[in-house]
């Protein structure tokens, strides 16, 4: 009898760890892999800081009938950090975006890898197309990129075709 009392005790144990470590895990889960905001159009893009985390999110915006995107990840030291979804080499194929795979994002027309932290920091070669501070406002609260800024980015994305 005292041996099923311990085995009931450890399986209750065990199953209360496990629901707690599920239900906080609930709270410190990072937004899915690839995910695609809502597209906005022809108006300033304004990015809430409280939704970024590790994992990059892609932001729409239908400018004058281009789609251009803007990346934004919380980088491995806390800043936060933005660049347009196009490869500064391979824009030009149409196929130059790039997909989060894992921890890094990856070219999808080269392969290209490219860890989080080089984000907005690494411009030149194949690369996201870095948004640099000059480029947008940063209030705490929310990135703010003009409407301007992203009408005289839209060459980069005049042969662009995401699927």
Not at 16 to 33: C, D, I, K, M, V
Not at 97 to 105: C, I, P
Not at 151 to 160: D, E, L, S, V
């Amino acid at each position: 009898m005292r041996k099923n009392v311990k085995i009931k005790q450890w399986f209750f144990a065990g199953a209360a760890a496990f629901l707690f470590s599920a239900g906080a895990g609930a709270f410190a889960q990072s937004t899915p892999l690839n995910l695609v905001k809502p597209a906005i159009a022809d108006r300033d893009l304004v990015i809430p800081l409280a939704e970024l985390n590790s994992n990059a999110i892609f932001y729409p915006v239908d400018i004058e009938g281009t789609r251009l995107e803007v990346i934004a990840v919380k980088a491995p030291d806390g800043s936060v950090r933005t660049a347009f979804n196009t490869c500064q080499v391979c824009y030009g194929s149409g196929r130059g975006f790039y997909k989060q795979q894992g921890s890094v994002l990856v070219c999808q027309n080269c392969g290209n890898r490219f860890r989080m932290g080089q984000v907005e920091v690494r411009s030149g070669g194949c690369n996201p197309v870095p948004i640099p501070p000059a480029n947008k406002t940063v209030d705490g609260v929310s990135i703010t990129i003009s409407r301007d800024f992203l009408t005289r980015a839209k060459g980069i994305f005049a042969r662009w075709k995401r699927s």
